[in-house]
């Protein structure tokens, strides 16, 4: 267990947590390595005998440290701006290992991804085939291009970040896909290799799976039966992390679904997960400024905040608590309304939570906060970005420093007023 109690003390990887409160302060992300690679072996082992490559969706951990341990266990990089693509090479990955996704890429950014040389740019709408094709022209650039589908599958996931149905913004209808496909390869400056697909994210039930695979496997034979070739799927993320005790998807079966819808098609798969890789292996340490007794309910009023961790406010997302000093076995659980400073009532963490006794002081932990936490965090009621803490092999590091108020309001200049 990356995080588990040790002599009544919530710990990393064996690193307390109070330790780095008092160091780092609070609140700070804390990521366990073991549990990153962990995670990461999970995919490679149960893709051990297939064509797979593994690029990480940085959009659910963008720390530069963390892409690069990933790097460095062999992953590549999903990237869906051009900020990613900067991150993903900064911290190590090479562009032959980098895929580009997102329904919106401005012709700046698919320049820059054919400058950078990256392997793939998944293409979502015929505006943005024909965009990229004007911009490789322009450079004199070959774009190796997979065209994003939409299967029309519903991944039974939280509607906000369900992306595979057919009034969701993304990819191309089935219906047109092989059209679409045959109108890239006569595109000058494209190089069309595949497909793609991604259904959402925080699948538990890996069913949805099967079914937009089996499409996918029939959009290949039938590109195929029109003359055109297709050497590479991209199978998009979304394996889910359990939250709250539910069973984690199987990796193993996964594998099979995969294998048995795509394995005797000869193409290359990339698998682009996020959450799965990062989720369990991060928490949110914060600290309790206040235990306020409501009319009718006990405020946890703690120094961390929605800016800091939008998942509950924002899909009414479920995140455990633990306080860092274990409480007793006997101790008493109360229902208590775990809520920040923010102004708005939406900032709260959880309702009516049942909690052992806590005082002002004390530390909690948010658990499975590695994944959207820290790269959904804003400066909103002007608060720092927090900072975020590598635990590995009984040493720990920061990773990302917090924010200082004075970088924060730095960025606001004073109007140089100009004639048009
Ligand atoms: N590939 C594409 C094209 C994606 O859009 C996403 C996630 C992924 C891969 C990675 O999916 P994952 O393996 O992490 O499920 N902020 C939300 C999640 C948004 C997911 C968006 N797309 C949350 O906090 O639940």
């Known amino acids: ?127 943005e085939l024909e965009a990229l094709s004007a911009v490789a022209v322009e450079l004199g650039r070959t774009a190796p291009v997979a065209l994003r589908i939409n299967p029309d599958v519903d991944a039974g996931t939280h509607g906000k970040i369900a992306t595979g149905r057919k009034e969701d913004k993304f990819g191309i209808d089935l219906g047109h896909a092989v059209q679409a496909y045959a109108k890239a390869c006569g595109l000058p400056g494209l190089a069309p290799k595949g497909y793609a697909v991604h259904i959402g994210s925080q699948l538990l039930n890996i069913n949805p799976y099967d079914d937009a695979y089996g499409h996918l496997s029939d959009l290949v034979i039938a590109t195929r039966e029109a003359g055109l070739k297709v050497e590479r799927l991209d199978l998009g993320g979304g394996l889910g992390v359990p939250y709250r005790g539910e069973t984690a998807p199987d990796h193993d079966a996964y594998a099979a679904i995969v294998r048995k819808r795509l394995g005797n098609l000869g193409c290359r798969l990339t698998l682009e997960p996020g959450r799965s890789l990062v989720g369990d292996a991060g928490v949110l340490l914060a600290r309790v400024i206040y235990v306020k007794e409501g009319l009718h309910r006990r405020f946890l009023i703690v120094d961390a905040a929605m800016n800091d961790l939008m998942r509950p406010t924002l899909y009414d997302a479920y995140h455990g608590i633990r306080p860092v000093f274990e409480a007793a076995a006997d101790a008493p659980l109360a229902p208590m309304d775990v809520v920040g400073p923010i102004c708005e009532t939406g900032d709260t963490f959880a309702r009516q939570r049942d909690l052992p006794p806590m005082a002002a002081g004390e530390l909690v932990a948010f658990m499975t906060a590695g994944a959207y936490g820290a790269a959904m965090s804003s400066t909103y009621n002007s608060r720092p970005l927090v900072a975020e803490v590598l635990v590995d092999d009984g040493q720990w590091a920061v990773i990302r420093r917090r924010q200082t108020f004075e970088e924060m309001l730095a960025l606001d200049v004073a109007p140089q007023w100009r004639h048009v």
């Open 1 to 127: 267990m990356a995080f588990s109690y040790v002599s009544g003390v919530l710990t990393a990887d064996g690193v307390p947590l109070d330790r780095l409160a008092e160091a780092v302060g609070t609140p700070v992300y804390v990521y366990a390595a073991s549990r990153l690679r962990a995670n990461y072996q999970a995919y490679a082992q149960a893709f051990a005998r297939d064509p797979v490559d593994v690029c990480f969706a940085l959009k659910a951990n963008s720390n530069q440290s963390i892409i690069s341990l990933f790097a460095r266990l062999g992953a590549g990089a999903d990237v869906v701006s051009e900020g990613e693509m900067r991150r993903a090479l900064a911290a190590g990955v090479p562009p032959q290992k980098v895929v580009f996704s997102g329904v919106g890429k401005t012709r700046d950014e698919l320049a820059a991804a054919l400058v950078a040389g990256i392997h793939q740019i998944n293409v979502e709408s015929l505006p």
